[in-house]
């Protein structure tokens, strides 16, 4: 999949990641490159721009980045940064003088290179431009990405020159099957030379310059690959030079830009967050009951190194009894959330859901192993382990599911809930759903969703129409009815039921 580091907000194409550089070198020598490359970025950073881009209500789409090309204010950027803007506004964060510019408009764009020219009025003041290298970079040749990647203005990031690659040859290599994300996806020709970087580049970033260790601008940072790992790709300068011979100096209103490509991985607002929050519910259920198992440990009762076998039995069976909660839990969970609707969610998070479901699959079976184990260490170490190890890996989903919380939020300009508040927002819900009448609790009781058993096997789509005689009835989307016990519904569908008397 190819994504831009495209500008934040609803017009933004995808979400990155970016990683770090490091230098091999000698001490006394990674000192000295630290000091000339802060210098060279010291001269360069005034010049580069954060623009800001609204619709014709005064809404803000996004922002980009660019950078000074004439002093008498024409900006260079990629053409997706202003894809769409009927308003642009434009800012030098590293003059913190809190100055912004208006644009007059654009003078030229390039679709098939990505690339697009803007005017500002600077109001007589001169801007200094960056120089452009004559030559393409060398292989291995140490650069500097400048840029707002994710709203964070001012930012630089180092690495090397990985490759220099043409469009032809880009596109081959990005092929997946029949999909040509390159040409027909992001719509680049087969004539444009890239600049393929370590530097991390992310949304935000676009428009920006890559720059050398001369201060020279040698590609300007336009897109991402998430096939790997850190694949950056710029378009080389020589492309934007040409373009600016030609351009020449007439200004045009942003009313005259063509209408904006459909994003194809864009996702509803709305049924982004929704699905988001459906999963923030799940995830909550699911570590109540591992919480709950984990208090159970706590309580074993110690090993006596004089007779490590005493009590072995008693701590073995409450293991077991306990693991084999958890894998249940993890298979109710994975039943829930791979049942969410997620239909012009997303795509982001439709994949985390994807990866959720997987990751808790395989951990509910691990958690069966052990349960099922009959080891004499099963008391041990090992249980310990593999419970740490089911905590590492959920920490490691957090931080990706965190990445994402905060990128849908500036992608979609929503206020996407953590765990923790989604938590506080059902709680009051429930609260008022005590003080509500007894129509009003039948109509949420009336609400489609996915109903569990105990082992988490079966699972199914229908709304409760009633409790009787100990069972709920169910009724399915084609009106059928289905008696359920309400003891062997799953420990959240207990909770749901009880929810609402």
Same mark, same amino acid.
């Given at each position: 999949?190819?994504?831009?580091?495209?500008?934040?907000?609803?017009?933004?194409?995808?979400?990155?990641?970016?990683?770090?550089?490091?230098?091999?070198?000698?001490?006394?020598?990674?000192?000295?490159?630290?000091?000339?490359?802060?210098?060279? !970025?010291?001269? #360069?950073?005034?010049?580069?721009?954060?623009?800001?881009?609204? @619709?014709? /209500? *005064? $809404? &803000?789409?996004?922002?980009?980045?660019?950078?000074?090309?004439?002093?008498?204010?024409?900006?260079a950027?990629?053409?997706?940064?202003i894809?769409?803007?009927?308003?642009?506004?434009?800012?030098?964060?590293?003059?913190?003088?809190g100055?912004f510019?208006?644009?007059?408009g654009? !003078?030229?764009? #390039?679709?098939?290179?990505?690339?697009?020219?803007?005017?500002? @009025?600077? /109001? *007589? $003041? &001169?801007?200094?431009?960056?120089p452009?290298?004559k030559?393409?970079?060398?292989?291995?040749?140490t650069?500097?990405?400048?840029?707002a990647?994710?709203g964070?203005?001012?930012?630089?990031?180092?690495g090397?020159?990985?490759?220099?690659?043409?469009?032809?040859?880009?596109?081959k290599?990005?092929?997946?099957?029949?999909?040509?994300?390159?040409?027909?996806?992001?719509?680049?020709?087969?004539?444009?030379?890239?600049?393929?970087?370590?530097?991390?580049i992310?949304?935000?970033?676009?428009?920006?310059?890559?720059?050398n260790?001369?201060?020279e601008?040698?590609?300007?940072?336009?897109?991402?690959?998430?096939?790997?790992q850190?694949?950056?790709?710029?378009?080389?300068?020589?492309?934007?030079?040409?373009?600016?011979d030609?351009?020449?100096?007439?200004v045009?209103?942003?009313?005259?830009?063509?209408?904006?490509?459909?994003?194809?991985?864009?996702?509803?607002?709305?049924k982004?967050?929704?699905?988001?929050?459906?999963?923030?519910?799940?995830?909550?259920?699911?570590?109540?009951?591992?919480?709950s198992?984990?208090?159970?440990f706590?309580?074993?009762?110690p090993?006596?190194?004089r007779?490590?076998?005493?009590?072995?039995n008693?701590?073995?069976?409450?293991?077991?009894?306990h693991?084999?909660r958890?894998?249940?839990?993890?298979?109710?969970?994975?039943?829930k959330?791979?049942?969410?609707?997620?239909k012009?969610?997303?795509?982001?998070?439709?994949?985390?859901?994807?990866?959720?479901?997987?990751?808790?699959?395989?951990?509910?079976?691990?958690?069966?192993?052990?349960?099922?184990?009959?080891s004499?260490r099963?008391?041990?170490?090992d249980?310990e382990?593999?419970?740490?190890g089911?905590?590492r890996l959920?920490?490691?989903?957090?931080t990706?599911?965190?990445?994402?919380?905060v990128?849908?939020?500036?992608?979609?300009?929503?206020?996407?809930?953590?765990?923790?508040e989604?938590?506080?927002?059902?709680?009051?819900?429930?609260?008022?759903?005590?003080?509500?009448?007894?129509?009003?609790?039948?109509?949420?009781?009336s609400?489609?969703?996915?109903?569990?058993?105990?082992?988490g096997?079966f699972?199914?789509?229908?709304?409760?129409?009633?409790?009787?005689?100990?069972k709920?009835?169910?009724?399915?989307?084609?009106?059928?009815i289905?008696?359920?016990?309400t003891?062997?519904?799953?420990?959240?569908d207990?909770?749901?039921?009880?929810?609402?008397?």
């Amino acid at each position: 999949m190819l994504i831009h580091s495209s500008r934040i907000g609803t017009k933004s194409l995808a979400i990155l990641t970016c990683a770090a550089l490091g230098l091999v070198c000698s001490s006394t020598a990674r000192a000295q490159m630290v000091v000339d490359l802060s210098k060279v !970025v010291k001269e #360069v950073q005034p010049s580069v721009a954060l623009i800001e881009t609204f @619709d014709d /209500k *005064g $809404k &803000k789409m996004g922002s980009g980045s660019g950078f000074v090309v004439s002093e008498d204010g024409m900006i260079a950027t990629n053409y997706h940064v202003i894809e769409g803007a009927k308003e642009i506004k434009v800012s030098f964060p590293a003059l913190k003088d809190g100055k912004f510019y208006k644009s007059t408009g654009f !003078v030229g764009f #390039v679709k098939t290179k990505d690339l697009a020219l803007i005017m500002i @009025d600077t /109001k *007589g $003041k &001169k801007l200094k431009p960056l120089p452009m290298a004559k030559e393409l970079p060398s292989q291995a040749e140490t650069v500097v990405a400048i840029g707002a990647p994710l709203g964070f203005s001012d930012t630089v990031t180092s690495g090397i020159v990985s490759a220099v690659r043409t469009g032809k040859e880009l596109r081959k290599m990005l092929m997946r099957g029949k999909r040509d994300g390159y040409g027909k996806g992001l719509g680049y020709d087969m004539e444009a030379t890239w600049i393929q970087t370590s530097a991390p580049i992310s949304r935000g970033n676009s428009g920006g310059p890559l720059i050398n260790t001369r201060g020279e601008v040698v590609g300007i940072n336009t897109f991402v690959s998430n096939l790997g790992q850190n694949l950056n790709f710029s378009i080389c300068i020589q492309h934007m030079k040409k373009f600016i011979d030609k351009a020449g100096k007439d200004v045009q209103s942003f009313a005259n830009l063509p209408p904006p490509r459909k994003k194809r991985s864009q996702g509803d607002a709305q049924k982004t967050l929704e699905l988001w929050k459906n999963l923030n519910q799940a995830m909550n259920e699911l570590d109540e009951d591992i919480e709950s198992c984990e208090k159970q440990f706590h309580k074993l009762p110690p090993v006596d190194p004089r007779n490590p076998m005493k009590g072995q039995n008693i701590r073995n069976r409450t293991i077991s009894r306990h693991f084999r909660r958890m894998g249940e839990a993890y298979s109710d969970y994975a039943s829930k959330i791979s049942g969410f609707e997620h239909k012009e969610a997303d795509p982001g998070l439709i994949e985390l859901v994807v990866l959720d479901t997987v990751i808790a699959k395989k951990t509910s079976k691990s958690c069966k192993e052990v349960s099922n184990s009959t080891s004499s260490r099963l008391g041990g170490l090992d249980w310990e382990r593999a419970f740490n190890g089911i905590k590492r890996l959920s920490s490691n989903i957090d931080t990706k599911r965190e990445l994402l919380r905060v990128n849908l939020g500036l992608k979609y300009n929503e206020s996407f809930p953590t765990q923790a508040e989604t938590a506080e927002e059902d709680e009051k819900l429930a609260k008022e759903k005590k003080n509500s009448t007894s129509t009003s609790e039948k109509k949420d009781r009336s609400k489609m969703r996915v109903w569990t058993d105990s082992t988490g096997k079966f699972r199914i789509k229908a709304k409760c129409i009633g409790v009787e005689g100990g069972k709920v009835k169910l009724e399915k989307p084609d009106g059928s009815i289905l008696r359920v016990p309400t003891k062997k519904l799953s420990e959240a569908d207990k909770r749901f039921l009880a929810s609402t008397e």
